[in-house]
């Protein structure tokens, strides 16, 4: 049997199920990007028709290099056709290369929650697949309540999938809606399964509700089988899905299995783990096995040593395989190792041992000491950097700015709210300013600072704010809080770029991303120093 | 072979090595006491000579009812007699009825990190244990190393373990000190550790850096292990240590062992889980298997409807088993069902005939269609319901604010960012002003409103704002686009609330956030109407 394990990503759909989590469409995309590029098999959108981002989401979804994109729906309805039932019409209207339809194979939900019969059922798996299969590439079926299922009628719950194989269902998905099966009976019950349906054509969907989702899903493969739906970071309602980064190393590394993902993709695993946190504004889980920043971390004394004598001692694998770095309290070794790295990562070649590097490392960690992340910020992390190294030039110098909000009822007894920034700049050795209203004091920063720059720096004038995020660093410090902006640009060639400002004040930190966004933008397209 | 299983807790002594984690001996104190009335049977309370709190604690340790109190300590050096090791003496002076004594098990180790011959180290694992057996009533062996140790030279590390047993250990402990073992391996290793030292006396310590921590405690019973070792909430070093509070559950309700931990214990689990959190100051895990806030939460419409028909539909047991409850999210899914189930939480008794429900509904919808999320807002929720139902007071009117933000360099040449608020309200009747300076615009309008409302609402004193969140929720929109605003409240009491705004202008969506959060407070505090 092949080792070739697929991988399927669900962070779209059960992700966004997640308590406190609402995915913008671009949002969506952007995951999707990042997703594609770190080797994932198949990449599920969402749920065409169930909610308006996810059918904007499919009207336009990105271009994809190497996943396959997803859509997810139900079988068709009970005492219909698979072509009238409009479920499944908004599904394959969506048009994506593969399907994944969830249908019941638990005698009980079959007859009390959906208050059919189980020949109907069986059916409606049938009919809806073979449909299916006329407009798309691959469908799968979704097995919904499968262990539960298998429990209280084995037969039946076979019988279902085996229906759903026979239809041409490239992939039978056993989804453990629940997440109450514990791995001893996932790898006993997926071994059952795969003398019915090949292993080869079985996929294994867990939910973390006992803690077990990662266990499961490792063992389910164990078993046979070769496909595994999870989210990033272990997204999902409840308890969350199947965690894959958790899962992806140790199919790879320590089973030995082959992947989508190679092993220079592997290490970009920690980079996405955080730049979904970020997009989702939440602190990174710092014991995430493999990527957490305390994943790879020694407290000083016999650890330390042991470690540094040979890693073996208190290290499972070496972290640089997943991106990530050890950490040794009182040793800056790693995070010279850390700051090399991303200069690899932005192509700047360095000597290690340029002192530049070190002091560099030092001004980096102050900043970060005071809040600034540049994980998922490479813009303003590379704006350090070669003002570090020298050479980065100074398009202009802000000596002040004024931003004012307003609301109140105007003459016509409407109430307005109106912003208005005023900004004074010295570019090129002239002093120059401008007014400009905005629906908020960060838009109107913006329209203002364009404003004044824009004749000298036209280029400026493709450039827009995607998104902004805001978060405390400090929550419960009172009026001592501070407050740390992301702001994301693009350029309206697909080019996008994240910087960071970090203040007490929030207009003050979102001015110095806008800063960042801005200078980014002029370095890039080489624009030469005005002050020279 | 019994099917009783012991518990020992580790937190103490592990989960104190968790990163940013620091006990004091009134911490340790309390969580001991948790512990013991939570119905474990072992507690380890430190490493008493390794650091100043551990051997305070055990010079007063707290009366425990129903466990064991254990001190942790390591075997002796190579080359002196365990009479004379100063170690193994701080251990044995702490007078604990368990001691549990680290020692090698792994060739590579014994060698390269001990320096010593792999016969001298059976020595010092048989003197250790002979000598504390004479001292205490229980020496348990606690194996560093086990797995990768048996997986380099098994039959040595079967001999150390067999060792420490004839020695007169109570307990032999096989530790996954890296946490990298997997849970198939773990299975088929204590399998094989049970044909040599009886499963009786067989213990599991496993740490999570691969996410599987729970699953590999959980094997290694199935394989004959009787004694699981873990921390709460899984605190420890790096991933962390297998997580008791995820354990428990699973072995008393799905696998049907016997604990030291009664049923009635077992609804305390969720107390215990937010009890630990509070007293290190953080947030708890949502997520968390079996306790957390989301786990047994429900989100979509017709998972919703479902649950209430038969709870066996999305739980896979009944949260009142661990002292959690059900909990109805309101979202963008939201079905009727939803909005009922959330009343009943806040206590609105309705007639879901009433129209008010469907009229309510609506406008849930289309507030969430501008933006809106209540989701993870709760008290804005509860506000909207209550006004829609009618008898929501009217506290105060806003009838204009301005707030002024500049930046810009002071006489002394300094760069200033000052923030000032400026607020108009109507309250009975009485139009009343107040001007506020604050580290940003929120915090300044925060300020200026509590200045002008505490004098007539002086319970608002008690309220500090905890922390913010802003997103962008029509990225690209430009100039139009949309911003959403989450406030969370506490009144010092351990009370907190969440509140949300949304408008296309930031300190606006900001302003109605802060209006809900004070409106909520008052509401919830009886103050009768002002305005009536």
Same mark, same amino acid.
């Given at each position: ?43 599920? &959108? ?19 290099? !190497? ?7 139900? /079988? ?119 003398? /019915? ?28 089988? !070769? ?6 970071? &272990? ?87 997943? &991106? ?77 700015? !004024? ?26 050795? /002239? ?94 397209? &080489? ?6």
């Amino acid at each position: 049997m092949s080792d070739r394990v697929y991988l399927y990503d669900c962070t779209l759909r059960d992700g966004a199920q997640t308590q406190g989590v609402d995915f913008s469409v671009a949002d969506k995309t952007a995951i999707a990007r990042e997703l594609d590029g770190l080797g994932l098999d198949y990449i599920e &959108g969402g749920w065409p028709g169930a909610n308006p981002t996810d059918t904007a989401f499919f009207a336009g979804p990105p271009a994809l290099q !190497r996943a396959r994109l997803s859509a997810f729906g139900m /079988t068709r309805r009970p005492g219909r056709s698979a072509a009238n039932d409009p479920g499944l019409n908004d599904l394959l209207q969506a048009r994506t290369a593969v399907v994944c339809m969830v249908g019941k194979t638990w005698d009980f939900h079959v007859t009390e929650a959906l208050g059919a019969r189980l020949d109907e059922n069986i059916e409606m798996i049938t009919d809806s697949i073979a449909l299916a299969r006329t407009k798309c590439e691959e469908v799968l079926f979704d097995a919904e309540h499968f262990f539960d299922g298998f429990k209280a009628n084995p037969a039946y719950a076979l019988r279902c999938v085996r229906a759903a194989y026979d239809a041409g269902a490239r992939w039978v998905v056993l989804c453990d809606t629940n997440g109450g099966t514990l791995p001893d009976e996932v790898e006993e019950i997926v071994a059952r399964v795969v003398d /019915t349906v090949p292993g080869s054509h079985v996929g294994i969907h867990c939910h973390n509700d006992t803690g077990n989702a990662v266990a499961n899903s490792l063992l389910a493969v164990r078993a046979g089988a !070769r496909q595994v739906q999870g989210t990033l970071n &272990g997204l999902g309602e409840r308890c969350g899905n199947a965690d894959l980064i958790a899962i992806i190393p140790s199919l790879a590394v320590k089973m030995g299995y082959t992947l989508g993902i190679s092993a220079s993709d592997m290490t970009r695993l920690s980079h996405v783990s955080r730049m979904l946190d970020e997009r989702l504004n939440r602190a990174p889980q710092r014991n995430a096995p493999y990527v957490g920043e305390s994943a790879f971390a020694h407290k000083g004394g016999l650890h330390v040593s042991a470690v540094e004598k040979d890693p073996r001692s208190y290290e499972h694998i070496s972290p640089e395989l997943v &991106g990530n770095h050890r950490r040794i309290v009182v040793s800056d070794q790693s995070g010279r190792a850390n700051i090399l790295a991303r200069f690899r990562d932005i192509g700047i070649e360095i000597d290690p041992a340029d002192p530049k590097v070190g002091h560099l490392l030092e001004f980096v960690k102050a900043r970060e000491y005071d809040g600034y992340a540049y994980d998922g910020a490479e813009a303003s992390f590379e704006l350090l950097a070669r003002e570090a190294l020298g050479g980065l030039p100074k398009y202009f110098d802000c000596t002040s700015f !004024r931003v004012i909000d307003e609301r109140r009822w105007n003459a016509k007894g409407e109430l307005i709210t109106l912003s208005e920034a005023t900004v004074k700049l010295a570019v090129n050795g /002239t002093k120059v300013m401008a007014v400009e209203e905005g629906n908020g004091p960060v838009n109107a920063l913006d329209a203002a600072l364009r404003k004044v720059l824009i004749p000298m720096y036209p280029q400026l004038g493709a450039v827009t704010l995607v998104d902004f995020k805001v978060r405390i660093l400090t929550p419960g410090d009172g009026s001592r809080a501070v407050t740390r902006v992301m702001i994301e640009s693009a350029n309206g060639d697909g080019d996008h770029w994240t910087t960071v400002g970090v203040s007490t004040n929030i207009i003050d930190a979102s001015y110095r991303a806008l800063h960042d966004a801005i200078v980014y933008k002029l370095y890039r397209d &080489g624009v030469p120093d005005h002050t020279a």
